[in-house]
């Protein structure tokens, strides 16, 4: 095993597949000359040459239309929208099309795209830039969306992404680039994931953090500091946004009878509020305490550093929700001694 | 060309008023009728040699033309019939007064070359080849249809004649049509896409977006603005700025040009030079045809917006009418064969009509089969009332 970033995994994972499979191919703005604005893409170009690491213009709706097509005569395209705010460009292409090109055909054309984008705030880049609205597309049935949040789920996520026939939207994070794990020394070992599927990360028995992507990992940190103090949190990765993976919630929340959610986007409508419903739907007769979420403030992200630290959720505030639910179960806890 | 009283009075008042000079811009969309200006426009960087090397049309041939065109007017008077006895649902856009275009532009391309459409494309799927059984049916929302009852009429799919899709939001397959080129020079074929638009779709962004693409990365694509004038009930100069729409090719550097579109011949000659360059040399073309809509925006719109003088001058327009009289002129079209004709299109509408109210509703068992390609844990198959958990 070697321990390469998030970012690397993303590469080399990229590069493997392209080596595997003759019909990957990259597009999307800044990719090859540049090698990536976030540089995932980095020495693909020359490795592979334009025809399969292709720089497009600035036009999302374009581009990721032209994958669409190009994935429906067989083509495996992975493209790379700079940032999700971007994404936005190209929502009709993404919702109205590669959503439902297999559906609205009775199933004569499937579209095996991937779509790569980070989302995450953090890096004061403002209002326009900061968003995380993978909600958008978890929303639509014909797409699927996974957010990993370590190399080696990003790996084997991507894998698979780029293996269904079906769109999926890779959901990367601007904070989780740099960050580091585990990664077999060669590519080829990672399995790909099986998409659909959560997982529990950490077991425990007082109470259950759900989180994905950036705050799965921040959920683990946090389960960390309150193993320390005698606290046992359960935490569930959810790693795959649509379909969410519900029994494997329901059956933590059973276990634990308290939960909260961990989520990076804005809590109103918010994906947290869609696991909230899944658990009082699956566990309601097991749980202690409301569900709660931790979510950013419903704010366009503001640049200054002391505004955005506020709204966005850290793992602190993540700390004083999983303290006020535990509180608010009426159990009378062990301190750690 | 002939213009209608309103148009030109619009004119003359845009001409009166200096002073607003954009306004001055007269229709540039030629309006379809006897008179029409026969030689395309042509432009682009490399201008396209104007001459054909084709030998001449047989009569076989030219009467083959005129069975098609016949058939799409049938099937869709038809198809307007069934959508007010309530056999047809959702929206439903006709061809009607296009049917020169969509026969011309279609005897242009091999079975093996690829088309995307907008969402009024009965008649392309059926001068595609596709049977008028499998097309009704798919109106009528059977699971004998195209599309298996997932389309309607906006919707038509038939991977084997290699319909890539009617698309129901504007503009939505023009970059799906270059992508799909970008596929096959991948793969190092020469199949042409083919994509056809309406004129309201020059005004989307997506329409540049991929126009620019394509140019780019020397796709062979051929985008037809198939252009009737009208944007629902909009006027192409009242939302085109450059109403000669066929002249935005030049922004890409992309050979382009306009046809009559009422004239089978001259879409098919248009068209054939445009497929081929792009099959020869891997270059995108964008080719205007002008071609009148005999009727409303879809089979429930009455089109109020148009003038009764707008209405006569359609019926000199008609371009089956037109291709009849042209074929009787000369001497290759009887009015025996005509009406044969017409009885034999009747007939395979009609059974077209039958086959479609004969067959099946799809089963709702089938409800879940096409969400996914791959299948996927945790798929949520519930119906509305069904718990999220059943346990």
Redesign the interface.
């Known amino acids: 095993m070697a321990t390469v970033t998030y970012r690397q995994a993303l590469r080399d994972t990229l590069r493997a597949e392209m080596l595997r499979d003759e019909n990957v191919l990259l597009m999307g703005e800044e990719i090859g000359l540049f090698e990536g604005s976030y540089k995932i893409t980095e020495g693909l170009l020359k490795e592979f040459g334009p025809r399969r690491v292709r720089d497009t213009p600035i036009a999302e709706e374009g581009f990721v239309g032209a994958a669409i097509g190009a994935a429906m005569l067989g083509l495996r395209p992975v493209v790379e929208i700079m940032t999700i705010n971007f994404s936005l460009l190209a929502l009709d292409q993404i919702v109205n099309h590669a959503a439902k090109i297999y559906g609205m055909f009775g199933g004569q054309a499937s579209v095996p795209l991937v779509i790569r984008t980070p989302g995450g705030g953090g890096q004061q880049l403002g209002a326009t830039h900061s968003q995380n609205v993978e909600l958008f597309y978890a929303f639509i049935p014909g797409l699927k969306v996974v957010a990993p949040s370590t190399p080696a789920e990003a790996s084997a996520m991507l894998k698979a992404a780029i293996r269904d026939d079906d769109p999926v939207l890779f959901l990367e994070n601007l904070a989780l680039y740099n960050t580091k794990g585990e990664l077999p020394d060669a590519i080829d070992a990672v399995e790909p994931a099986e998409i659909g599927r959560a997982a529990v990360t950490r077991p425990g028995t007082d109470i259950t953090i759900i989180g994905y992507s950036r705050m799965a990992r921040v959920a683990a940190e946090v389960a960390d500091t309150l193993a320390a103090e005698g606290i046992s949190a359960e935490v569930v990765d959810l790693r795959s946004l649509r379909p969410l993976d519900r029994e494997t919630i329901v059956a933590s929340v059973r276990r634990t009878g308290c939960a909260v959610v961990a989520e990076d986007d804005w809590l109103t409508y918010g994906i947290g509020a869609e696991i909230a419903a899944t658990v009082q739907e699956g566990a309601f007769d097991w749980l202690d305490a409301p569900v709660r979420r931790v979510a950013m403030a419903e704010v366009p992200l503001p640049y200054a550093k002391s505004l955005e630290t506020a709204a966005l959720p850290s793992a602190g505030s993540l700390l004083t929700a999983v303290r006020a639910t535990l509180a608010a179960t009426g159990r009378a806890l062990e301190p750690a001694s | 060309m002939a213009e209608t009283p309103t148009r030109s009075a619009a004119r003359s008042a845009g001409e009166a008023a200096p002073a607003r000079a954009r306004r001055s811009r007269g229709p540039r969309t030629p309006r379809p009728g006897p008179g029409l200006p026969q030689p395309p426009d042509t432009a682009g960087a490399e201008a396209p040699d104007t001459a054909v090397p084709a030998a001449p049309d047989t009569a076989g041939t030219l009467v083959g033309f005129y069975r098609q065109m016949l058939l799409v007017r049938r099937f869709e008077e038809r198809a307007a019939r069934a959508y007010t006895e309530a056999k047809i649902g959702g929206y439903c856009h006709l061809n009607l007064g296009e049917e020169a275009t969509v026969v011309g532009l279609m005897a242009a391309l091999r079975p093996t070359d690829?088309l995307?459409t907008n969402y009024r494309e009965h008649g392309y799927a059926l001068a595609k080849g596709i049977g008028a059984d499998r097309v009704m049916a798919e109106l009528y929302g059977r699971s004998t249809?195209v599309?298996?009852?997932?389309?309607g009429s906006m919707?038509l799919?038939?991977?084997e004649a290699r319909l890539?899709?009617g698309?129901g939001?504007v503009g939505?397959q023009?970059?799906?049509?270059?992508?799909?080129?970008?596929?096959?020079s991948?793969?190092g074929g020469d199949d042409v896409v083919m994509c056809q638009m309406g004129d309201g779709t020059t005004a989307i962004?997506?329409f540049?977006?991929?126009l620019?693409?394509a140019a780019?990365?020397d796709l062979p694509a051929v985008f037809v603005v198939v252009n009737n004038g009208l944007g629902m009930g909009t006027a192409v100069e009242r939302s085109a700025a450059e109403p000669e729409l066929w002249k935005r090719g030049a922004a890409y550097r992309m050979a382009s040009a306009r046809v009559d579109g009422t004239d089978v011949v001259a879409v098919r000659d248009a068209a054939r030079l445009a497929v081929e360059r792009a099959r020869s040399e891997s270059r995108p073309y964008l080719l205007e045809a002008v071609s009148p809509r005999l009727k409303g925006h879809s089979v429930v719109d009455p089109a109020r917006y148009r003038s009764k003088e707008e209405k006569d001058a359609l019926k000199d327009a008609d371009p089956v009418a037109r291709t009849a009289r042209r074929l009787a002129d000369a001497g290759i079209l009887s009015p025996e064969d005509r009406d044969r004709i017409d009885a034999e299109v009747t007939a395979e509408v009609e059974a077209a009509a039958a086959f479609a109210d004969a067959s099946p509703q799809p089963d709702v068992s089938t409800l879940f089969?096409?969400?996914?390609?791959?299948p996927?844990?945790?798929?949520?198959r519930r119906l509305p009332a069904d718990?999220?958990?059943r346990s």
């Open positions: 690829y995307f249809g599309s298996k009852g997932w389309g919707h799919f038939d991977a890539l899709g698309y939001i939505g023009v970059p799906l049509a270059a992508g799909a080129a970008l596929a096959v991948y793969k962004g997506g540049h977006e991929a620019n693409i780019l990365w089969d096409y969400t996914y390609a791959t996927v844990a945790g798929e949520q718990p999220v958990f």
